[in-house]
């Protein structure tokens, strides 16, 4: 099996990071796999494994033929006989097919709104699902959306993983007193709904006034980012609410944090929750995607409903108030995540459903 994974960008996202993960997780198993940007370049790109074969394809529009001919020599001097096709990028994806028909397609659906299907364009994914071999996505809903609405029917669920970072970097300190630190890490997008986590620390901030948030992830510089700030100001929050935009070293912000929070609105599987298992951080997030699927509330996390912000706010408190509780927690999580979604045995999944 020699296998290319494919994405548009390698900015701080779900779906890059998990690019990432299984062309690194593929490499350490043996496997030959190789990586392709079609592009922006970003942040995640420091965490691919130097030996994994890496083309940046640096495409300039929709249809750039000399560049889409970058990518079929790299395909056929690497001898690529599958292209793993996150998000977006199915569309090259299947352009490449299209010059190289011996190339199989597996398509990465990591959609980011699947609690909203019905909001989701068909097409032109309807059309260009005629020449996915498979069809990988992120949650249960989404697996169900494919094989209600797309052509191509071999359809796996294989959960999100996380896998060790190679990046020993540690250049981010956050903000606060250590020990009564809030971490939320996620891009600043309306479906991530930082605002209710904004809210529910106006209902507690008193009675917790030295614990600290703080929100890491990209910045777009949008109306959603300028409610945040008003939110922020008019709350008068600015000594307890810190924001820190894309960072390099996530691994060891996980380590300065002691709680985690999602307060999203939509989810597929999110990797950071997986990740902060690594921490042996406690969870608290809301009950949207595949997050119930995987958290079992009240003993390896904390879920409240979408959008409830009184629920959310007694979440956090209940564990802001006791160290024990959140030692508790977070080896509860630790064990769950190493036992169900290790990237040896998700990998080992993904290479027979390929080989079968």
């Known amino acids: 099996m020699r ?13 890059e990071r998990m690019a990432v993960n299984y062309a690194n997780a593929l490499h350490q ?4 796999v190789a990586l392709a940007v079609t592009r922006k370049e970003g942040p995640l790109r420091a965490e691919l494994h130097p030996e994994v074969p890496y083309l940046f394809v640096q495409k300039k529009g929709t249809i750039d033929i000399p560049a889409l001919f ?4 790299f395909c056929k001097r690497h001898k690529i006989e599958w292209i793993h096709s996150h998000s977006s990028s199915f569309f090259w994806a299947v352009l490449l097919k299209f010059t190289l028909p011996r190339l199989q397609i597996i398509w990465h659906d990591h959609y980011g709104l699947s609690e909203f299907p019905e909001e989701r364009p068909l097409y032109p994914l309807r059309f260009f699902s005629l020449f996915f071999w498979g069809i990988l996505p992120v949650n249960h809903k989404l697996a169900q959306w494919s094989q209600q609405h797309l052509w191509c029917k071999n359809i796996q669920y294989f959960p999100n993983f996380s896998f060790p970072s190679i990046q020993e970097k540690k250049v981010t300190s956050l903000q606060g007193g250590s ?16 605002l209710l986590l904004l809210e529910a620390v106006v209902q507690i901030r008193d009675a917790f006034p030295d614990w600290t948030y703080h929100l890491v992830g990209k910045d777009f ?10 939110f922020i ?12 935009g894309v960072c390099p070293d996530t691994n060891w912000i996980f380590q300065q944090a002691d709680l985690m929070v999602l307060s999203s609105d939509s989810e597929g599987l999110p990797v950071s929750l997986l990740e902060a298992a690594n921490y042996h951080l406690p969870v608290v997030a809301t009950a949207v995607g595949e997050i119930p699927a995987i958290i079992n509330s009240g003993e390896t996390g904390v879920l409240v409903p979408q959008g409830d912000v009184s629920a959310l ?5 209940t564990l802001m108030a006791s160290a024990e509780m959140r030692q508790v927690y977070g080896t509860a999580w630790h064990h769950a995540v190493k036992e169900n979604f290790s990237a040896t045995a ?3 999944r993904y290479k027979n459903w390929i080989c079968v």
């Open 70 to 73: 970058r990518v079929r020599s």
């Open 221 to 230: 510089n949008d109306e959603y980012a300028t409610k945040i700030t008003t």
């Open 3 to 15: 296998i290319l994974q494919f994405i548009d960008t390698l900015e701080t996202g779900g779906a």
């Open 29 to 32: 198993a043996g496997d030959f």
């Open 313 to 317: 706010a007694s979440a956090l408190s």
């Open 346 to 348: 998700i990998i080992q």
């Open 179 to 194: 020990g009564k630190r809030v971490l939320n890490l996620a891009n600043l997008r309306p479906q991530k709904n930082q």
């Open 233 to 244: 100001h008019d709350n008068h929050l600015e000594s307890v609410v810190f924001r820190y």
